[in-house]
Structures are given as structure tokens and as C-alpha cells.
């Protein structure tokens, strides 16, 4: 693979101009590998938190469980949390998290209160809480995906960030990454741009903050590009059944009333929504992405994704999150960069 010097260049200049104090980078095609880092990120192996990139790593963790027991799919969520019975939550099932079509949004919940406080306010929450309708598309970066962390541990018998690991992440030959935890962070901390400078930004130990490096999350993407079979091990994640699932376009065409932009949703997972909008759609995957690339972004700053058409698998992650505006037409600006120079 060409060393990218274009897409080197911009990121470098990005520290220069204070649009990042820090960037590291993995693409995957066609079989050859290019990594690269800089700033505050001094190697392309050193841990970075992707946030919600990290997301279908749940989903997919989901998935498998539901391969060894089927029955809980169609089963409301208060059958798994009797803390929910009669809540509008303890009514929804999965897949209403997984294509966040729950009607609720948690954008503040504080996730270090104790699992009988956080239920609690889930219990007691409405869609007119959130000022939503019941059913209606909005992505939720914490309620939901919070359960599924406890849903999993209910039903696995383990703690969740263990269950990940072993059915997913090792498989995948992305061992080395964790979800934050007290005590566990990644070694290159996150920065934000406030009142005109840089400043750290806090790492909330929630379930969407995966930590690891960029080459590990390629690993994971290049894996489900593969069917969610790891070529070098030969290791299968999920079965084709459940990949397919994961990737159909459960929600489609529909305005997300967090995004305010019609996105695309698979379980957990978004997919290629160009259609609507490419210069425009939020956590796009590049303007000439193809209709099958699916991945997901990161909090203002990160974003991991595979197009199977491309035979292209990137992880990006700029250390320094700014306003969504901002932040999109950068990560716009080095997709299409980086594809013209693999085109």
C-alpha cells in the first residue's frame, strides 16, 4: 500500500492549526495495511478511546449470545429486569435499542450512580420526557446501551466487559482492547476544545468507550467485513444468519431526531446513508463510500468502518473533539482524501 503521503500531510498540518492535537490511523486494502500517528499520539499501537465506535462490538456480543439462546429476542426487556415491569422500557424489546427506535434518549445519565438508581430512572421515564414519540428515531448514546451492557452480564453469567472480550475481541484479533472501567484508561487521553483552547475531556466509564489502538479496531472491522470470520485464525464470530441480521437495513430512510439527518441502522450498527445527503450525513464513511459499508463514529472525534466493496477497512481517531459541524467536515475532508488516494 502507498505510504498516503496526502492524507499524512493533512493530518500533520491538522496539529499545526489546532484542528487536532493528536491522530492516529489504520486502513486496511486490498491486504496491505498502512498505520500512522502523531501529536499526542506517539505510535499507531499506543490505546485511544473511539467511543461509540466501539458500539458494534456490543451489538454483535448481542448477537451471539442470542445464538446460544433464541427465545430472548422476542422477549420485552422487563422479563430480563423486573425493575422495568410496567415501564414503557420494561414493554420494549431488543430490537428497538439496537436501531434506536426506543422514542427515550439519555444524553445525561449519570452512569456511575448505582445499577438500582439507573434502572429506577429508566423505569420512570416517557418519550414525552425526552420530547419524543413513542417509537420515534433518535439515537440514544447511553440509556439503552447501558442495559445492554446489564443484559448481557444477566444473561451470560459474567460481567459484560469479560463476555465481550472472550466472545468477540479475542476472535476477532482485538484482544489488547477494553472498555474504560475505574482504574482502566486509554493511555492517550481525549482532548476538547474549550472557551478557545485545548483541555482534557472526561472519559465517562460507560459502555460505548472502547480503548484500544487503531490497528486492533481495524482488526475488528476487517473480521465482520469477512463475514465475521478472522482470516488469519480462521475463528468465526457469528454465524451468517446473525451477520445478516446485523447488517440489514432494519431502519431506513427515517430522520433521527438526535442527528436531525435521515441515518440508516442495521442492529447496532450504522450503515452507508450517502443517499440522503453525502456532504451533509452525520458519521458518514466518506462521500464516495459504497451502499454497503457499515461501521460506526465516535463522540465527535472517531469513527471505524469497513466497505466491502473497497475492500477497504478504516479507524481514524483525532485526538480533540470539537462541535459537530466542525467535527464532520474534517473526518469528511480526510475520508475522501484517504479513498482518492487508495482509488
Same mark, same amino acid.
Given at each position: ?7 499524512? /500531510? ?21 491486504? /496491505? ?10 505510535? @499507531? ?9 466501539? #458500539? %458494534? ?35 420494549? #424489546? ?11 434518549? =439519555? ?23 425526552? /420530547?419524543?414519540?413513542?417509537? /420515534?428515531?433518535?439515537?440514544? %448514546? ?28 479475542? %476472535? ?15 493511555? *492517550? ?12 475531556? %472526561? ?16 482488526? =475488528? ?29 432494519? +431502519? ?12 440508516? =441502522? ?38 471505524? =468502518? ?7 477497512? *478504516? ?6 473533539? *470539537? @462541535? ?7 473526518? +469528511? ?11
Amino acid at each position: 500500500m502507498p505510504d498516503l503521503p496526502r492524507t499524512r /500531510q493533512l493530518l500533520e498540518e491538522g496539529l499545526g492549526t489546532q484542528r487536532w492535537t493528536g491522530y492516529t490511523l489504520t486502513a486496511l486494502h486490498r491486504g /496491505q495495511r498502512v498505520s500512522m500517528a502523531g501529536g499526542k499520539v506517539t505510535r @499507531s499501537s499506543a490505546s485511544v478511546c473511539w467511543y461509540s465506535a466501539g #458500539k %458494534p462490538v456490543i451489538s454483535v456480543g448481542v448477537l451471539k449470545l442470542l445464538e446460544q439462546k433464541p427465545g430472548l429476542w422476542d422477549l420485552p426487556l422487563e422479563k430480563t429486569f423486573p425493575e422495568l415491569k410496567g415501564s414503557h422500557f420494561g414493554h420494549l #424489546k431488543l430490537f428497538a435499542i439496537l436501531t434506536h427506535q426506543t422514542g427515550l434518549r =439519555f444524553t445525561q445519565l449519570d452512569l456511575l450512580a448505582s445499577e438500582g438508581t439507573i434502572l429506577r430512572i429508566l423505569a420512570q421515564t416517557n418519550p414525552a420526557d425526552c /420530547q419524543l414519540q413513542p417509537g /420515534q428515531p433518535a439515537y440514544d %448514546p447511553r440509556g439503552g446501551w447501558w442495559l445492554l451492557g446489564q443484559w448481557l452480564s444477566r444473561h451470560s453469567g459474567r460481567p459484560w466487559q469479560d463476555y465481550l472480550h472472550e466472545a468477540v475481541l479475542e %476472535p476477532a484479533g482485538s484482544g489488547q482492547m477494553f472498555f474504560t472501567q475505574e482504574g482502566r484508561e486509554a493511555e *492517550v487521553a481525549m482532548e476538547e476544545w474549550i472557551n478557545n483552547q485545548w483541555d482534557r475531556a %472526561p472519559i465517562m466509564p460507560e459502555l460505548g468507550n472502547l480503548c484500544g489502538s487503531s490497528q486492533d479496531l481495524a482488526r =475488528f472491522y476487517r473480521t465482520l467485513m469477512a463475514g465475521s470470520m478472522n482470516p488469519e485464525t480462521g475463528k468465526r464470530i457469528l454465524q451468517p444468519e446473525s451477520m445478516e441480521k446485523f447488517l440489514h437495513r432494519w +431502519r431506513k430512510g427515517l430522520k433521527d431526531q438526535t442527528f436531525l439527518h435521515p441515518v440508516d =441502522f442495521g442492529l447496532g450498527v450504522i450503515l452507508d446513508s450517502n443517499q440522503y445527503g453525502a456532504s451533509t450525513v452525520p458519521y458518514g464513511f466518506g462521500t464516495s463510500s459504497s451502499a454497503s459499508t457499515f461501521g460506526h463514529g465516535g463522540s465527535r472525534s472517531s469513527i471505524g =468502518f469497513a466497505d466491502p466493496e473497497a475492500d477497504l477497512v *478504516v479507524a481514524l481517531c483525532l485526538i480533540g473533539q *470539537v @462541535s459537530e459541524p466542525r467535527h464532520q467536515a474534517r473526518m +469528511r475532508e480526510l475520508l475522501d482524501l484517504l479513498r482518492s488516494e487508495l482509488a
